[in-house]
């Protein structure tokens, strides 16, 4: 069993940064991948991006690609979302999710990959 809290939400202005922090408790060992979602309300919860605990491997969605960066500080037991160069359309409530699984071949940006989730954290970025 894993518990995830995410931190780090806010309310900024577009080109601003913002970085999200996810704590993890239970059983930290046990997790393969951890990954960062977001949704908004009526749409579908949509991967951002994803990391490899083992081989520190990262996914990310096209769209953030070049801004945001997901990283581990093992001795927190955190992982971070840095964002950077906000835009109005990055407002979201963000997730932070894992699973135990060994090795991927793909999915990693899917919900249905991941077992653990946090509450959310919101994020909104004005023009």
């Known amino acids: 069993q894993v518990t995830l809290m995410e931190s780090g939400g806010g309310s900024v202005q577009s080109g601003d940064s913002l970085t999200l922090s996810c704590v993890a408790s239970g059983n930290t060992p046990s997790i393969g991948y951890a990954a960062w979602f977001r949704q908004t309300p009526g749409n579908q919860r949509e991967g951002i991006a994803s990391?490899?605990?083992?081989?520190?491997?990262?996914v990310y969605a096209d769209h953030v690609k070049g801004r945001f960066t997901i990283s581990r500080d093992i001795a927190k037991n955190t992982f971070t979302l840095q964002m950077n160069s906000l835009k109005p359309e990055d407002s979201a409530m963000y997730y932070c999710?894992?699973?135990?699984?060994?090795?991927?071949?793909?999915?990693?940006?899917?919900?249905?990959?991941?077992?653990?989730w946090g509450q959310g954290t919101q994020v909104t970025v004005s023009s």
């Open positions: 999710a894992t699973n135990p699984l060994v090795r991927m071949i793909d999915g990693f940006l899917l919900p249905k990959s991941y077992s653990y």
């Open positions: 990391f490899n605990t083992r081989t520190t491997t990262t």
